[in-house]
């Protein structure tokens, strides 16, 4: 008996060594050790959390670790409703927001059933057909999904996808890369679950699938031109971003791969992509989220790279590599110099060290007019993420260009299996809400308490047109920019609502549209503290024009 008590007790001691192993060795969070992280509590926006009734069910043994989400305004109210993709053996499901909780109203607006054979992996919003409400395309291991809105209720088609049978399709962005007034699609793709044979494999460059460029033929039907295009490559990817990087006015693409590198293109403008070389080129790294935005306020658009951080040991962690110089660990932050130059800032940024993440998303979500940072994490596929969850960051961009985690005082503490968050002013006061997009279990609904900040809101829609879209808003003191992109986070789509934070700035000089159709619209001395609808304006500058052709006449 007394020797079954001592090995017992050696036992005892043994799991709770292991458990402060796995504590010290997988989920040290040695952030506050390296930076100075204190953040003036004005600073910190606060959140309430909502009702929202979405729980992610993952088919781990025949699904890819990633669960879908898109912000769309469904019925043209400038209210997003949420787009959740289900797992294997759950039905996708659509939220919206009423009386300060989310309600699922996948019935109301006719979401097709997509049943029990496969799962929702993508999800984008746009006006496809131009009809003027917003359109949802899908994507799963049969193929891609396009459901049209026509006055709020969905009818689905099936389109034809041209992926190679060991490819499983991802995320997707879209936009008019060749400018001829139709969409076009660059489809990430991923090994197929039964066929994947490690997550750390880098240098077998026969290992993963092939992503897609899928030209619209003008009726939204496809053809693939990935290899005349010189996008041709094997890789496991989850997401790519159509944005213009050198503005040039041409939608460019940005591209993850995981176990593989950050590939950054540029639209020659014929239909052929170059790509340029970045930091991470000819490097080894993870990077699964992407976040698209002007960080520093220069006009230039930045772009943020999630990876496995802190969190994984490098010896496990770069896998085949043979010169281990070239991996990197560390989270990324490309700061965009102009003619496709990129220096990595995540260092100086103070936000290099930090743990094994997901999707993230650029926002200002205190309206200083700076750009926060929302990074997802936990991973539903690691046993250790079973035992201890990290909390998800939110990452409060300072004065100083340094940001500072305050996901405990804001309230936005996740400890589920974050894939992404997704923004939006949900009740209208002018500061962005948030939603943390979870896989294998419930998404989280907050709404952000709100502030003394101005703020200027610029609702695009979802045309054609506008998708790639940029935007600056000039103040006597500042220009701040965005754009629209889709795909930005991981396997999602945020909103169309584009926020502009103005601090305690009380007038605006300017507010400029650059459509991708190369229409410029220019919105002198706007209220602040309001909405401009991209639909309005072009209704008023075409009345003028009709008017002005009157009297000619």
């Known amino acids: 008996m007394k020797f079954i008590k001592t090995v017992l007790k050696l036992l005892s001691i043994a799991v709770v060594l292991v458990l402060l192993f796995i504590v010290v060795f997988f989920y040290h969070d040695s952030v506050s050790d390296k930076y100075d992280i204190s953040i003036s509590d004005k600073d910190i926006p606060t959140f309430s959390p909502i009702p929202l009734d979405f729980v992610h069910q993952y088919h781990g043994e ?17 209210v997003d409703e949420v787009f959740f993709g289900g797992g294997m053996l759950q039905e996708d499901a659509i939220f919206a927001y009423r009386n ?7 019935t109301e607006v006719n979401l097709p059933k997509k049943g029990n054979s496969s799962t929702t992996v993508g999800a984008v919003s746009a006006d496809f057909d131009n009809n003027g409400f917003t359109d949802l395309i899908l994507s799963r291991e049969d193929g891609l999904h396009l ?27 879209v936009a008019d890369i060749d400018k001829d007034g139709d969409l076009d699609i660059f489809l990430a793709t991923y090994l197929k679950k039964e066929l994947m044979e490690g997550q750390n494999i880098f240098e077998d460059y026969n290992y993963g699938s092939t992503s897609e460029l899928l030209l619209n ?26 944005v213009d990087i050198d503005n040039d006015t041409w939608q460019d693409l940005v591209v993850v ?3 593989g590198e950050v590939r950054t293109y540029k639209n ?6 170059t790509m340029k070389a970045n930091p991470m080129t000819k490097r080894f790294a993870y990077p699964m989220g992407l976040a698209v935005g002007d960080y520093n306020n220069d006009g230039w658009v930045d772009f943020m790279f999630s990876n496995t951080g802190s969190t994984l040991p490098n010896k496990i962690a770069r896998g085949d590599i043979k010169n281990t110089s070239l991996f ?4 990324m932050l490309f700061e965009n110099q102009g003619d496709f130059k990129f220096t990595d800032v995540a260092a100086t940024a103070k936000i290099a060290d930090y743990e094994f993440a997901w999707g993230c998303t650029f926002a200002d979500l205190n309206n200083d007019g700076l750009q926060d940072l929302m990074v997802a994490e936990n991973y539903v596929d690691f046993p250790p993420s079973k035992l201890f969850t990290l909390p998800s960051r939110v990452l409060i961009q300072k004065n100083d260009g340094t940001f500072a985690p305050t996901e405990d005082k804001s309230g936005l503490v996740n400890p589920y299996y974050g894939i992404t968050s997704l923004v939006s002013d949900f009740n209208q006061d002018g500061y962005l809400d948030m939603i943390w997009v979870n896989i294998d279990t419930p998404s989280l609904a907050y709404i952000n308490k709100g502030g003394t900040h101005n703020y200027l809101q610029v609702d695009l829609g979802e045309s054609i047109q506008v998708q790639g879209a940029k935007v600056t808003v000039t103040t006597p003191t500042k220009t701040l920019t965005d754009w629209l992109v889709s795909g930005e986070g991981l396997a999602s789509d945020q909103t169309a609502l584009l926020q502009f934070g103005l601090g305690d700035e009380t007038t605006i000089s300017n507010v400029t549209i650059w ?7 220019s919105i002198d001395t706007p209220i602040i503290n309001s909405v401009i609808s991209l639909t309005a304006e072009l209704e008023k500058q075409n009345a003028l024009l009709e008017s002005a052709e009157a009297i000619e006449e």
């Open 515 to 521: 459509l991708t159709n190369d229409e410029v619209i």
């Open 100 to 106: 300060n909780a989310f309600v699922d109203i996948s």
């Open 328 to 331: 990197i660990d560390k989270w």
């Open 217 to 242: 033929n003008g009726d939204n039907t496809f053809k693939s031109i990935t290899k005349a295009a010189g996008l041709d490559y094997v890789h496991n990817t989850f997401q790519g971003v159509f």
């Open 62 to 78: 025949k699904s890819l670790p990633i669960a879908p989400s898109a912000l769309i305004d469904i019925n043209n109210d400038t």
């Open 268 to 273: 020659n403008g014929d239909l052929t992509f």
């Open 257 to 259: 791969h995981d176990t």
């Open 147 to 173: 459901y049209y809105n026509t006055n709020g209720r969905f009818t689905e088609v099936l389109i034809d996808t041209p992926v190679n049978a060991k490819s499983n399709p991802a995320g997707i962005t």
